[in-house]
């Protein structure tokens, strides 16, 4: 069965920065658009970032924008999601997740699998 598997994440001081990274398994991981979610306390999850499964189109939410890159492995079937200059706005729980569509996409429910989240928390 599909197992995505995050880690990386963390207590950071605001201005830091955290590498989070996403193992899949399961799965032709090289087939598969790739997302970042994050879920805030009594918050919707909400879209962060999103990479082809070449590789060679990303998309951002605005609010992490020229902060966050995401990028993938396709040999390793590795995500990853580089996350500079965090501010406390950013505290969350970081899921990644894969979808099956043609190209990158913004919308949860186009992602049919999910990891089980890897907690960011960043201090003021």
């Known amino acids: 069965q599909v197992q995505l598997v995050e880690s990386g994440g963390g207590l950071v001081q605001a201005g830091g920065s955290l590498r989070l990274s996403c193992v899949a398994s399961?799965?032709?991981?090289?087939?598969?658009?790739m997302g970042w979610f994050r879920q805030a306390p009594g918050k919707d999850r909400e879209f962060v970032a999103a990479?082809?499964?070449?590789?060679?189109?990303?998309v951002y939410a605005d609010s992490v924008k020229g902060r966050f890159t995401i990028s993938r492995d396709n040999i390793k079937t590795t995500l990853y999601l580089q996350m500079n200059t965090l501010n406390p706005e950013d505290t969350a729980v970081y899921y990644c997740?894969?979808?099956?569509?043609?190209?990158?996409?913004?919308?949860?429910?186009?992602?049919?699998?999910w990891g089980q989240g890897t907690q960011v928390t960043v201090s003021s």
């Open positions: 990479i082809s499964w070449a590789g060679d189109t990303t």
């Open positions: 399961g799965l032709t991981f090289r087939h598969y658009v």
């Open positions: 997740a894969a979808a099956s569509t043609a190209g990158v996409s913004r919308f949860r429910d186009e992602y049919r699998d």
